[in-house]
């Protein structure tokens, strides 16, 4: 299908100032993301025009969050160097921290959970080194592995509905991978490149129930949609330059949520760049995975 816009532009869903607004998820009815360079986890009003809610406040990055299962109001993060269990209360118990090791300064970045309840996570170092960046898996007993390296920045990523794929963005490169996964251990296959952008930045994505994936274009004001052949199936204009994370949820699993981000824009770039925006499209996604 060639490409065409959505004709209904996005709303302002919740007008913010965020630095780094990332990791949308939508959980147990309620949409949460983070401001990564704040260090915090928000929670978003239920009804167009609310206002952000500060539900942890940590003393380091805190570049993603999931639920974990069986639990309210409890996450396991990517935050400053590594992995860490989150309680409702705002205590982290760390299981692993090991984006701290490596011959530059490192942080944790995007992340999120497979359909089997394993969480991946990306590291970065902090003045964008190429090849510095990795990715990690954490097992639902805690063990927390390295199953990519050589990166400048990954994010994402984003999982088909039985976990069998797994798309990573490497943003510095223009890149989007398809990394074949075994669902029953997490093993990753050789991956294909799945789409090379020549202008802009894939930054954090989603997938929704027809396994198309939704990408957020840093640096271009738009969301993309790619079918799983990786045909560009629709574009979302935003009037911010630098979204960050679609995530699929509302009531019907059909709201796409995009966040975005001011960091590095000068005042007359600004507008309502570091809002959250919601539109409604035709295909639902599912809620965020849980861990565990």
């Known amino acids: 299908m060639s490409e065409s816009v959505v004709a209904r532009p996005p709303t302002v869903w919740c007008r913010a100032d965020l630095e780094l607004g990332e990791g949308p998820r939508w959980v147990d009815d309620r949409l ?6 704040t260090g915090r986890l928000l929670e978003a009003p239920s009804e167009c025009g609310g206002e ?4 942890a406040q940590l003393d380091v990055p805190l570049g993603a969050a999931a639920p974990l299962a069986g639990t309210s109001d409890a996450w396991i993060v990517a935050a400053g160097t590594g992995i860490a269990l989150l309680t409702a209360d ?3 118990d760390w299981l692993s921290r090991p984006a701290a090791s490596g011959p530059v300064p490192r942080r944790m970045n995007d992340a999120t959970c497979d359909p089997h309840g394993r969480f991946w996570a990306g590291c970065m170092a902090w003045d964008a080194t190429p090849g510095a960046g990795a990715v990690f898996r954490t097992d639902h007993d805690g063990t927390v592995t390295v199953v990519i390296d ?10 088909n509905a039985d976990g069998s794929l797994m798309y990573l963005a490497d943003s510095a490169r223009g890149v989007i991978y398809a990394f074949p996964v075994d669902p029953s251990t997490g093993d990753l296959g ?3 490149t799945f789409v090379q952008m020549s202008e802009g930045s894939p930054d954090g994505m989603t997938v929704d129930d027809a396994g198309n994936l939704w990408v957020a274009i840093w640096g271009r004001g738009h969301v993309r949609q790619y079918a799983p052949d990786g045909a560009l199936l629709s574009m979302v204009a935003l009037p911010a330059p630098q979204p960050t994370a679609p995530c ?5 699993g059909r709201r796409l ?5 001011s960091h590095g824009l000068e005042t007359h770039q600004l507008g309502p760049s570091g809002s ?3 539109l409604d499209v035709p295909t639902p996604g599912p809620p965020a995975y849980t861990f565990g």
Not at 52 to 55: A, F, Q
């Open 190 to 192: 050789d991956p294909a």
């Open 32 to 37: 949460f993301l983070v401001d990564i360079l």
């Open 248 to 252: 699929l949820g509302g009531p019907d």
């Open 276 to 278: 959250v925006f919601a």
């Open 257 to 261: 949520f995009i966040t975005t981000a």
């Open 90 to 92: 705002g205590t982290l």
């Open 150 to 159: 050589g990166l400048t920045i990954p994010n994402g990523p984003a999982f």
């Open 52 to 55: 952000l809610r500060v539900r």
